[in-house]
């Protein structure tokens, strides 16, 4: 077991490495850089200034910047060093979690991951465990009454809210509750109201979980069916094994068989991804259930600094959430063998 572990922790090294070099060698050949968007930006203030200040009706905006002003534009991002020292220099600080300054913000990425992680947190941890709490029984009771009406009834209700995508979903939850052509029931925006800071720690709680209420909802619909027909379909093929068979002919009660033998064996797959969904919940971000409710999140700060080519932001994300899902992925390993005593990784080469 600890050889296996050991062997997972040596190999994350290249993978995160490999990752990390072929998302910098991409950044350095989009176009639209950093540095070619600052120019265009000064050149675009001067070229209004000039036009509009011109002597004798000339325009002398076009000229654009020196090169000297693009070099020193250039040191100051720091690309004026060669790439493959940039990119060592890139690891190096990242091993001890120093991610630099975005260019656009100019505050510590590090910085911008914390203050926009109570959204993404929010968003992650109700989903994770509305969904788990729900799906789990659900398809439990669905394997039980495989094929009755309440199966068919519930797995056409799923598959409907699997079908409307989140966004479509939110923006009909907003017309209908949050002030549109109907009831003005819950708010539009934030993840708390203006006043929030002066109200009591009770009003604290409701307020926050009013703004919640649409965006969970618009977040966890489409979530229901991958895991409710997981549920099911473990518990079915658990259920038409032979040793439920030979417990049911010894006379041992259905409740007992269900949750004491069939739910310890069917509940292994599920458990099993606990552990990257759970880490995941604290780091992912829906940038369209973001933007519809108006939360500032890690999603739609991941989707700006594409769009400003934020090299640090964008980098920075991608190490630590890669790292992350590298722990997630090992953590979920180790857990087979916690939950199933039959897997042994020393029979692993």
């Known amino acids: ?11 994350m090294i290249p993978t995160l490495f490999g990752v990390m070099l072929i998302t910098f060698v991409v950044t350095q050949f989009v176009p639209g850089g950093p ?24 325009y002398r905006g076009a000229q654009g910047l020196d090169p000297e002003h693009i070099e020193e534009i250039r040191a100051l991002y720091g690309f004026d060093e060669p790439v493959h020292e940039r990119f060592f220099t890139m ?5 001890s979690f120093d991610f630099g300054e975005s260019y656009f913000y100019n505050r510590s990425v590090i910085d911008l991951i914390i203050e926009k992680l109570p959204v993404s947190i929010s968003l992650g941890m109700w989903t994770f465990f509305i969904t788990y709490l729900t799906c789990i029984p659900l398809g439990i009771a669905k394997a ?5 009406a309440f199966d068919v009834t519930t797995s056409t209700l799923i598959l409907i809210g699997y079908a409307i995508p989140g966004f479509v979903l939110g923006v009909a939850l907003l017309v209908l509750f949050g002030g549109g052509s109907f009831w003005d029931i819950f708010p539009l925006r934030g ?12 009003g604290k709680i409701l307020d926050y979980l009013w703004h919640m209420v649409l965006p969970i909802i618009a977040s966890v619909i489409g979530s229901f069916a991958i895991m409710t027909m997981l549920t099911k379909n473990s518990f079915i093929e658990e259920i038409r094994k032979q040793y439920v068979l030979t417990a049911r002919a ?31 919940a604290f780091f992912t971000g829906s940038l ?17 600094s594409v769009l400003k080519r934020d090299y640090p932001v964008v ?14 992925k090992l953590i979920a390993d180790i857990s087979y063998v916690l939950i199933d005593p039959r897997i042994h990784f020393e029979a692993v080469d």
């Open 1 to 11: 077991m600890l050889a296996y572990i050991f062997k997972r922790l040596l190999l």
């Open 35 to 58: 540095v070619e968007q600052l120019v265009s930006q000064i050149e675009g203030r001067s070229e209004e200034g000039e036009a509009s200040a011109g002597t004798q009706g000339l």
């Open 91 to 95: 690891i190096k600080n990242y091993l």
């Open 144 to 148: 039980v009454r495989d094929g009755s």
């Open 191 to 202: 993840l708390v109201s203006d006043n929030w800071h002066t109200l009591p720690w009770y």
């Open 250 to 280: 010894k006379g041992v009660s259905e409740n007992k068989i269900l949750y004491r033998h069939v739910f310890r064996n069917a509940i292994i797959p599920l458990v099993t991804g606990f552990p990257g969904a759970f880490i995941g």
């Open 288 to 304: 369209l259930i973001e933007t519809i409710f108006s939360l500032d999140g890690l999603g739609l700060l991941s989707y700006e």
């Open 315 to 328: 980098l920075g994300t991608l190490y630590l959430f890669t790292l992350l899902g590298l722990i997630a």
